[in-house]
C-alpha cells in the first residue's frame, strides 16, 4: 500500500497546483480583469461581428461595447485599467477608431467601455472585407491580466450584409444567401426575422411551421414579380449579375 501512495500523492500534488495555477485568475482576491462582449450586439464570448450595411448612410461611426470585468473585491474608488492592441491580428490604425474611458466605476465589478469604429477605413473595402482591432489586457498597478482564454477581444465591422441566424431556414426553399437576395428582402419586405415570424424555435436549423415559410417565400416571389413588371428590360439583378430570383433549389 505504501509503494502506491508514493506515486499517487506526487501525482495529486502535480494535478492540485496544476488547477491552482489554471484558476488563480479567476478566483483570486489580487484584483485582475478580464474581457467580454455586450451580448446585445451579438457579441460571442470573445469577438462581435457587425454591419454597418443596414444603417442609414448618414451614420458613419458606431459603438462596439467591450465588457471588462474584474475579480476579486470591489473598492470604493474608481479604478483605471489598461489595454493594449495587438498589433499582429489587427488591420486598422487609430484614427478608424477610439477607445472610451477605460475604468472601473467604484463598487463596481465591470465596466462597459464603447469602442467608436468607423464606417470607412481607409486601406480596406468594407463592403468586401471586415476591419479588425484586437484589444488585450494590460496589467497595471491597480489590475493583474485575468485568465488568459479571456485576455482578448476582437472587434470587426464591415459594410456588407451579414448572413442572419435564420436563412438556414430559408436558403433550400428560397434560395441561397447572397448580398442581393437579402438586400431585396430589406428593401421591399423588411427586417424580418423568420424565428420571430414562428418558422422555428431559435437556434433551430429546420422549420416547424412550414406554411408561414413557404407563405413568406410567396409573398418574396409576387414582390419580385411586380418590381420586374415596373422596371422592364432592367430586372432586379443577383450578385452574379443574372435575375434575382426566390425558389426551391437554386444554385445561387
Sequence with gaps: MMKISKYIVPGLLVWFFAACENDKNT??????????????????????LFSFKKMDAAIQTYDLNVMVYTTGVTSGEARTFDLE??????NVSPEDYSIGKMEIPANSYYAK?????KREVASLDLSQENAQLTLRVKANENFETGANEKEQFRLLWCNYLIEPAWWNLFSYYGGPFS??????????YGDVDLYEMGV???GASYADNYNILFAFIAE????LNEYNEQHPRKPYLNDNGHPLA???GLPY
Excluded: C, H, K, M
Design 27 to 48: 478566483f483570486s482576491d489580487t484584483p485582475s480583469i478580464y474581457l467580454g462582449g455586450d451580448s446585445e450586439q451579438g457579441a460571442t464570448a470573445d469577438s462581435v
Design 85 to 90: 492592441i495587438v498589433n499582429e491580428e489587427s
Design 113 to 117: 467601455v464603447p469602442v467608436t469604429v
Design 179 to 188: 448580398q442581393a437576395r437579402y438586400q431585396f428582402i430589406l428593401d421591399y
Design 200 to 202: 422555428a424555435e431559435e
Design 220 to 223: 418574396l416571389i409576387d414582390l
Design 246 to 248: 426566390f425558389g426551391e
